[in-house]
């Protein structure tokens, strides 16, 4: 039998090397290659075609049970997984350290355990009785949760094999796990794959919602290889800024439902509560209109979401390259909407700074939001504010003109039910009409005729 060859596998990309450098050829990552032990040249040869037992095949029309939703207590989780856990699914959950992804799955498991279900929670990084500290805080010591600090993947399904199969099972986190089967330190690619792969085959055999919590790079990605979000069912992050007190959780991917939906809390003395109307952690107190001031009608999933877009424009004296910083929004999108201000309204942003900040520490990637930063970066150069109690949504092309945008007049009805009466946009905006004034605008250059002009 031929000597199998050494192998090299990086622990950031998941790239396959023969041979170990100091950094990685696919993702350019220093020091991230380790040796992986492969398999003999016989078994990457052997024949698969015979000696396994016949797979039952099933219609998509036949007739029977489907797998029911269980709801988790918290009305914004549920929102965003889609309805609630689906028995038998793989969840991973990521998040920056110290958000509140342990606060958050303590509170659902705990609610879920009131209310007769097995609930098992398996901290790797915690011992038994941090936890314990943490659901005391919570005012979750009276909850049936079965807790334990254990690592082991052998261990963990041994146990869960002597009892009844519970109905959620949270590992937090899959980095921190180990199987005596795989070489490798915890944390590795071979590892942490081997140990999702027996906990996700334990959870779907057995109709146990399985909850893994991953750890996150310092870019944001959850760490690992990039199989481990194929093998799961719902890949979901937990965001949000430490300094502000919201916490957003966005799926990214879900098998069950939709992507876009969201789950708003905000972090309390008790723990996370749920957000019912999220617009009012995203808009500051609007006592008096400023200069530089905008309100756009965002849409996350089928919730509408109002935030503040805030300008400030900084004349130059004596002629030094002019700063842009943004907070919140797209830094190349801004300097887009800058050169259509320039080419086709005439404005000049050459001579000053530019910043441009989401209140909240709310992020936005609409681009119906070009017309509401437009109107913020008009009104912080004319110094004149904006209409009260008015939003602002639309999306601006090279051209200068403002085109269309999804579900206006969604965006203008929740506008209205929170007090704004006047609405700026394109111009066949439907549904909203009759909730407020509204007046569509063809051309950017209205725009600025509107805030310069005062009309």
């Known amino acids: 039998m031929a000597k199998p060859k050494k192998r090299y596998i990086c622990q ?30 016989f078994s990457m040869k052997h024949d698969l075609s015979s000696g396994g037992r016949a797979v039952q095949f099933v ?37 920056d350290p110290g958000i509140g992804k342990s606060t958050l799955l303590l509170q ?14 398996v901290s790797g990084e915690e011992a038994s009785g941090q936890v314990r500290m943490r659901a005391a805080r919570l005012g979750l010591s009276d909850a049936p949760v079965k807790l334990a600090s254990a690592t082991g993947v052998r261990d963990i399904l041994t146990t869960l094999g002597t009892t009844d199969a519970p109905g959620l099972l949270v590992i937090d986190s899959i980095q921190t796990m180990h199987s005596d089967t795989i070489e490798g330190a915890p944390g590795t690619v071979s590892q942490v794959r081997g140990c999702a792969f027996e906990l996700i085959r334990y959870a779907k055999e057995n109709g146990v919602a399985l909850v893994l919590v991953g750890h996150v790079t310092k870019d944001g990605n959850i760490a690992g290889p990039r199989v481990l979000e194929h093998m799961v069912d719902v890949v979901m992050s937990f965001e949000g800024e430490r300094s502000h007190q919201y916490r957003i959780l966005r799926a990214l991917k879900n098998r069950f439902g939709a ?10 003395g008790e723990g996370l509560e749920e957000v019912d109307n999220p617009s009012m952690l995203f808009l500051s107190g609007r006592d008096e209109p400023m200069a530089g001031s905008a309100v756009f009608p965002a849409i996350e999933g089928t ?21 842009r910083a943004v907070v919140g ?10 050169a259509v201000l320039e080419s086709r309204c005439g404005l000049n942003f050459s001579s000053a700074e530019v910043y441009l900040n989401v209140a909240g520490g709310y992020r936005l990637a609409d681009p119906a939001a070009d017309l509401a930063v437009a109107a913020a970066l008009v009104s912080a150069m004319a110094d004149r504010p904006l209409p009260p109690r008015s939003v602002w949504l639309g999306e601006v092309s090279l051209a200068g003109e403002i085109r269309p945008v999804a579900h206006g007049g969604l965006r203008l009805r929740e506008a209205a039910k929170l007090g704004f009466d006047r609405g700026f946009g394109p111009a066949d ?20 005729d509107r805030i310069i002009g005062n009309s």
């Open 12 to 41: 950031a990309c998941g790239g396959l090397s023969h041979r170990w450098q100091g950094q990685c050829p696919d993702c350019a990552e220093w020091n991230t290659l380790v040796e992986d032990t492969p398999a003999t040249v």
């Open 59 to 95: 219609d998509l029309d036949k007739p029977g049970p489907l797998p029911t939703r269980q709801p988790t207590g918290l009305a914004e989780f549920d929102r965003a997984l889609g309805g609630g856990l689906v028995p038998g699914s793989a969840i991973l959950l990521g998040g």
């Open 108 to 121: 659902a498991a705990a609610k879920i355990a009131r209310e007769g279900r097995g609930v098992v929670y």
């Open 259 to 268: 992507v876009d939906e969201i789950g708003v809390f905000a972090m309390a």
């Open 303 to 323: 919730r509408p979401v109002l935030v503040e877009i805030q300008a400030l424009i900084v004349r130059l004296q004596s002629g030094a390259t002019p700063r």
């Open 329 to 338: 929004w797209d830094n190349g999108r801004l300097a887009m909407l800058l």
């Open 429 to 448: 905006v439907k549904g909203g009409g009759d909730a407020l004034a509204y007046d569509g605008l063809g051309q950017l250059a209205n725009l600025v």
